[in-house]
């Protein structure tokens, strides 16, 4: 089976930083596309950034110049760099991933979420 665990999340003064990780592990023949979402309390799960397997990257406007999302492919993780944090950046960030594990289709995989709270 794969598994994704995030890492990273925490408290943090508004206009503060923070790193998630998300690492994969598991039966991994080939990562696609990794991203991270985020919900906030009462909203839905939206996309925050996403990542190809070649380096192509895709942002919400809302974090564009403030969040910064990379891929290590030989360690299977991904990352999302946070700077100039906002209180309405407080959510739940849950990382996603389309793994092929060597047979049928790939298939997509979510972390546990880590809370990100932003708060003086």
């Known amino acids: 089976q794969v598994q994704l665990v995030e890492s990273g999340g925490g408290l943090v003064q508004p206009g503060g930083s923070l790193r998630l990780s998300c690492a994969a592990s598991?039966?991994?023949?080939?990562?696609?596309?990794m991203a991270w979402y985020h919900q906030a309390p009462g909203k839905q799960r939206e996309l925050v950034a996403s990542?190809?397997?070649?380096?192509?990257?895709n942002y919400v406007d809302s974090v564009k110049g403030r969040f910064t999302i990379s891929r290590d492919n030989v360690k299977n993780t991904v990352y999302l760099q946070m700077n100039s944090l906002k209180p309405e950046d407080t959510a739940v960030y849950y990382c996603?991933?389309?793994?092929?594990?060597?047979?049928?289709?790939?298939?997509?995989?979510w972390g546990q979420g880590t809370q990100v709270t932003v708060s003086s």
């Open positions: 598991g039966r991994i023949f080939s990562i696609y596309t």
């Open positions: 990542i190809t397997r070649g380096g192509s990257t």
């Open positions: 996603n991933a389309e793994i092929y594990s060597g047979w049928g289709s790939p298939s997509g995989y």
